[in-house]
């Protein structure tokens, strides 16, 4: 069965650091997405991505984030100059048709030090 | 505002129980709801996806109903086992041209061998 797949599984960064954490969606869905989970916290969303551009995004989605599909296969998150509270679990999902059956990857946990 | 809730926050069952986890949703307006297993640290794990035109829908020993009009859904387990133990999280797509979903805060569950 397709799934969605993530890299790295755990990354560790210096406070400052860019990061970009990786998506591979399933291959023929059109809509992606990005949520977080702070630990301990609800999962919360942060884009969503679809015809090559940003359809809608949340509060946390400031300009220290940005997101591409540099190719038909990745789907990447940028977080440009990370901060402490960037610590979390991010999740990529991706849908087919319609943004309403999202799938969901296994999730990168990012440690901001 | 849309809102999804668990209750109780954790539930501790001795092993071979059935137990319901009960979620409730503030938007009757949904397009569907799926319920996630979260292991402690971990990604989540799709368990079952109800459609809005659904009342119910069985995996094994899980059974998710749904109630639109009282903004409501179950999970059902079935004589629980040591491995069941995990927080499960309740999503909500919410119509309104949102394209993403909103997750609960989860329940914590314990079966005590």
């Known amino acids: 069965e397709p799934e969605v797949t993530q890299t790295p599984s755990h990354q560790v960064t210096q406070m400052g650091q860019e990061v970009i954490l990786r998506c591979v969606p399933i291959s023929n869905h059109l809509y992606f997405y990005w949520y977080r989970q702070i630990l301990g916290q609800k999962v919360e969303f942060l884009v969503s991505?679809?015809?090559?551009?940003?359809?809608?995004k949340s509060e946390i989605f400031d300009d220290q984030f940005s997101v591409e599909r540099p190719d038909g296969s990745n789907f990447t998150l940028k977080i440009r100059s990370t901060k402490l509270e960037d610590s979390a679990m991010y999740f990529c999902?991706?849908?087919?048709?319609?943004?309403?059956?999202?799938?969901f990857g296994p999730g990168t946990r990012l440690l901001v030090l | 505002k849309q809102e999804v809730t668990q209750i109780p926050a954790a539930l501790s069952v001795p092993e071979g129980e059935n137990l319901v986890l009960n979620c409730s949703f503030t938007d009757s307006a949904i397009y569907n709801l799926q319920w996630f297993r979260q292991d402690h640290g971990k990604g989540l794990t799709s368990l079952l996806l109800i459609q809005s035109s659904q009342r119910e829908q069985t995996s094994g020993r899980l059974n998710a109903s749904l109630d639109k009009s009282s903004g409501r859904s179950t999970l059902y387990i079935a004589a629980s086992q040591p491995g069941d133990s995990a927080t499960y999280l309740c999503?909500?797509?919410?119509?309104?041209?949102?394209?993403?979903?909103?997750f609960g805060t989860g329940t914590k569950l314990q079966v005590i061998p």
């Open positions: 999902a991706s849908s087919s048709v319609g943004p309403e059956t999202q799938y």
């Open positions: 991505f679809y015809n090559n551009e940003i359809s809608e």
């Open positions: 999503a909500v797509f919410f119509s309104g041209g949102y394209q993403k979903v909103t």
